[in-house]
């Protein structure tokens, strides 16, 4: 008797955590180029994966901050995949980089704010600054990127694929800025 309860317990509790972790990314209404049917059944793969995920983590000795960080970028990462899988067509490809990169651009505010609550006023007047700077490189990096871009499709006389490349290199970019900002968030900021 004692072992059912533990067990229905356990399974509620799953339940809600995967409920908490797993639906909150994928939208319809965000990835309106889907169709119902195809929503669903990425949404059904998607769960699937972040319960597994979720049980791996369960396992290992982290943290809830670890946990959770981990947790989000893989979510984040698993959509990408299913997105490309779905459609990888060159468009398509690049929708799913779009999606994936404001999805790591959230998870930076987020980290931005959290590390920022933690500094004193001047410190954070710094932190500022140092965001403020990124952000200039950020744009810069982009702008960069374009204008290779360019330049590759008119060396090569075309060619779609190099788009999805630059998509790629933009959304790692402000995948290491998310890492950076937890670790502050996380660690302190020690050098």
Same mark, same amino acid.
């Given at each position: 008797?004692?072992?059912?309860?533990?067990?229905?317990?356990?399974?509620?509790?799953?339940?809600?955590?995967?409920?908490?972790?797993?639906?909150?990314?994928?939208?319809?209404?965000?990835?309106?180029?889907?169709?119902?049917?195809?929503?669903?059944?990425?949404? /059904?793969? %998607?769960?699937?994966?972040? =319960? #597994?995920?979720?049980?791996?983590?369960?396992? &290992?000795?982290?943290? +809830?901050? !670890?946990?959770?960080?981990?947790?989000?970028?893989?979510?984040?990462?698993?959509?990408?995949?299913?997105?490309?899988?779905?459609?990888?067509?060159?468009?398509?490809?690049?929708?799913?980089?779009?999606?994936?990169? /404001?999805? %790591?651009?959230?998870?930076? =505010? #987020?980290?931005?704010?959290?590390?920022?609550? &933690?500094?004193?006023? +001047?410190? !954070?007047?710094?932190?500022?600054?140092?965001?403020?700077?990124?952000?200039?490189?950020?744009?810069?990096?982009?702008?960069?990127?374009?204008?290779?871009?360019?330049?590759?499709?008119?060396?090569?006389?075309?060619?779609?694929? %190099?788009?999805?490349?630059?998509?790629?290199?933009?959304?790692?970019?402000?995948?290491?800025?998310?890492? +950076?900002?937890?670790?502050?968030?996380?660690?302190?900021?020690?050098?």
């Amino acid at each position: 008797m004692m072992l059912n309860k533990a067990i229905i317990i356990f399974c509620v509790t799953l339940s809600f955590f995967n409920f908490i972790y797993a639906k909150d990314l994928l939208k319809h209404s965000e990835l309106n180029w889907l169709t119902q049917e195809k929503f669903e059944e990425i949404q /059904k793969i %998607y769960q699937d994966n972040i =319960n #597994k995920k979720v049980e791996k983590l369960q396992n &290992q000795k982290l943290d +809830k901050l !670890q946990e959770e960080y981990i947790l989000e970028c893989y979510k984040i990462d698993v959509i990408l995949d299913l997105l490309q899988d779905y459609d990888y067509s060159t468009q398509g490809i690049n929708l799913a980089y779009y999606y994936a990169y /404001k999805q %790591y651009d959230n998870l930076l =505010n #987020k980290y931005y704010i959290l590390s920022k609550k &933690q500094l004193d006023k +001047k410190e !954070q007047s710094a932190f500022l600054q140092e965001q403020r700077a990124w952000i200039k490189m950020r744009n810069a990096n982009e702008e960069y990127i374009d204008n290779h871009l360019v330049f590759v499709y008119t060396s090569n006389k075309g060619g779609t694929m %190099y788009s999805n490349l630059a998509s790629a290199a933009k959304l790692d970019f402000v995948k290491n800025r998310v890492d +950076k900002l937890f670790k502050y968030y996380y660690n302190g900021i020690n050098w």
